[in-house]
């Protein structure tokens, strides 16, 4: 039983410490971040993990492509969490889309599905960025300072809850997390 427990516990904690190093790099370099992605979008056209190892030339950031695979990941979460994801009609495959503006600035997730996932940071076209500033499409459109407000209350709010959360033993001997009290 204990080699169980250990192991439901080990897996919490890395979850937990995994999820807190994503909410820190984006609370702490989430700026310089897109500041960069936007940057690498507007030379190259778009921007994924893959252009960190393979791209010609290698995009000039300073973080690396598991950071960048942070911000695809948490980025494309809030917006599909909070305004949904429309879709490119015109691709083949299952996707979604986000829309993301700072300093006026817009910038696009793409996210495709096949036999996995793929995503990648993307300039809208003129259109697209037409529509929306003008449209009902602009719904879509989020500030990124929403997205970095949302992740700072997250932090504060796990950091509250991970405080009072006791494992406590359930009649079946599983565990599960509860709430402890105040």
């Not at 030379?43 to 911000?71: C, H, W």
């Not at 083949?92 to 503006?101: P, S, W």
């Not at 960025?129 to 499409?137: E, F, G, P, R, S």
Request: proline share 2%; charged share 30%; with cysteine.
């Amino acid at each position: 039983m204990k080699n169980s427990e250990f192991k439901v516990t080990s897996f919490l904690d890395e979850y937990k410490r995994r999820d807190e190093m994503i909410r820190d790099f984006i609370i702490h370099e989430g700026y310089t971040a897109i500041e960069e992605i936007i940057k690498e979008v507007n030379q190259r056209g778009s921007l994924n993990e893959a252009d960190i190892y393979y791209g010609t030339p290698k995009p000039q950031l300073s973080f690396s492509d598991v950071e960048l695979g942070y911000m695809l990941t948490s980025m494309m979460e809030y917006a599909t969490n909070h305004v949904g994801n429309p879709v490119d009609e015109e691709c083949e495959f299952e996707n979604k889309l986000a829309y993301f503006e700072y300093k006026d600035e817009i910038v696009q997730i793409f996210e495709v599905y096949g036999q996995g996932t793929e995503s990648w940071f993307s300039k809208p076209s003129n259109e697209t960025i037409d529509k929306l500033n003008n449209t009902a499409y602009g719904v879509y459109l989020i500030q990124f300072d929403d997205f970095i407000k949302y992740t700072k209350n997250k932090d504060s709010e796990s950091k509250k809850l991970s405080s009072s959360s006791t494992i406590l033993n359930d009649n079946t001997g599983g565990y599960t997390v509860g709430r402890g009290s105040k």
